[in-house]
């Protein structure tokens, strides 16, 4: 059996993140660990016979043997997405494959170079990973996540990554609100932007390995912007979600 084949998922969990985010918690009969920033495809077949197929990145650490994680977001119209938010509860079976990928991936190596994420909506999923298994193996390089979302109601998995970010000192959660920002806020209020990255590339005493997930214009400003703050391109991946994904 190789990963590529297709293997049946029981949900055994389906928890809401935001008003259009769900986390659905599958266990596998064939789990093999994957690497943060890793990615299963699933597969749904009609009736007829039609099928279609989307990739989802795993939003739960390795650590967490037996089961994925996958965090979906509802996309208007989305054929995939939709069925999963309407027509998925616990006890269904969904046909998988994976884990896939071996570019956007996060090892945590002891001695790896501190950690730049950068996301923006569902992008933050396989960082999430990342940072999930950085807590993990108890790695204390320094990290920073970069946050871009367009209100407080869509700051996928808010709870943890505060609770992360109190706990442990040398993880940092910056937060950039492109719509609105909670009452108060003094933080970014705006897209990422050159001035933004390169502020926070000053936050690192080294240079640090970056990872940059999103729909496809939040991507590309990000790998201009670190790039521009002096990063060099191989220090940076990138990986684009959305309708020019893949
Ligand atoms: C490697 C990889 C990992 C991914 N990981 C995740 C993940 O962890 N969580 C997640 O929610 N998605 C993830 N995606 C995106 C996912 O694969 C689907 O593209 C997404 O769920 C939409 O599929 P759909 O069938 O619902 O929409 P479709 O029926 O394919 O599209 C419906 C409409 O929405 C547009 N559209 C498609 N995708 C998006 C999008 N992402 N944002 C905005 N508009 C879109 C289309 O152009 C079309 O107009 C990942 C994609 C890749 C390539």
């Known amino acids: 059996?190789?990963?590529?084949?297709?293997?049946?998922?029981?949900?055994?969990?389906?928890?809401?993140?935001?008003?259009?985010?769900?986390?659905?918690?599958?266990?596998?009969?064939?789990?093999?660990?994957?690497?943060?920033?890793?990615?299963?495809?699933?597969?749904?077949?009609?009736?007829?016979?039609?099928?279609?197929?989307?990739?989802?990145s795993v939003a739960s650490p390795p650590e967490q043997a037996g089961e994925i994680a996958l965090t979906v977001e509802?996309?208007?119209e989305g054929e995939v997405s939709g069925y999963l938010f309407e027509g998925v509860g616990v006890g269904d079976e969904l046909e998988l494959r994976g884990p896939i990928g071996g570019y956007f991936v996060w090892r945590?190596?002891?001695?790896?170079?501190?950690?730049?994420?950068v996301g923006g909506g569902?992008?933050?999923?396989?960082?999430?990973?990342?940072?999930?298994?950085?807590?993990?193996?108890?790695?204390?390089?320094?990290?920073?996540?970069?946050?871009?979302?367009?209100?407080?109601?869509?700051?996928?998995?808010?709870?943890?990554?505060?609770?992360?970010?109190?706990?442990?000192?040398?993880?940092?959660?910056?937060l950039t609100y492109t719509r609105r920002a909670p009452a108060g806020w003094a933080g970014y209020q705006r897209r990422l932007d050159a001035a933004m990255l390169a502020e926070v590339v000053g936050r690192f005493a080294t240079p640090p390995q970056c990872f940059v997930c999103g729909p496809t214009g939040l991507v590309e400003s990000a790998a201009n912007g670190l790039q521009a703050a002096g990063l060099p391109p191989e220090a940076i991946l990138t990986e684009r979600f959305g309708p020019m994904g893949g």
């Open 1 to 56: 059996m190789s990963k590529l084949d297709w293997q049946l998922g029981t949900v055994v969990s389906i928890v809401p993140e935001t008003p259009h985010v769900k986390t659905f918690t599958l266990k596998l009969p064939r789990w093999t660990p994957h690497l943060a920033g890793q990615h299963y495809d699933l597969r749904l077949t009609a009736e007829g016979g039609y099928q279609a197929e989307r990739s989802y």
């Open 74 to 76: 509802l996309v208007d």
């Open 108 to 117: 945590g190596l002891p001695g790896s170079p501190p950690l730049l994420l």
């Open 122 to 174: 569902s992008g933050v999923v396989p960082l999430m990973a990342m940072l999930r298994h950085r807590r993990g193996i108890g790695l204390h390089t320094p990290a920073v996540l970069l946050f871009s979302v367009r209100t407080p109601d869509e700051v996928i998995y808010g709870a943890e990554l505060e609770a992360m970010a109190q706990a442990d000192p040398t993880f940092t959660l910056l």
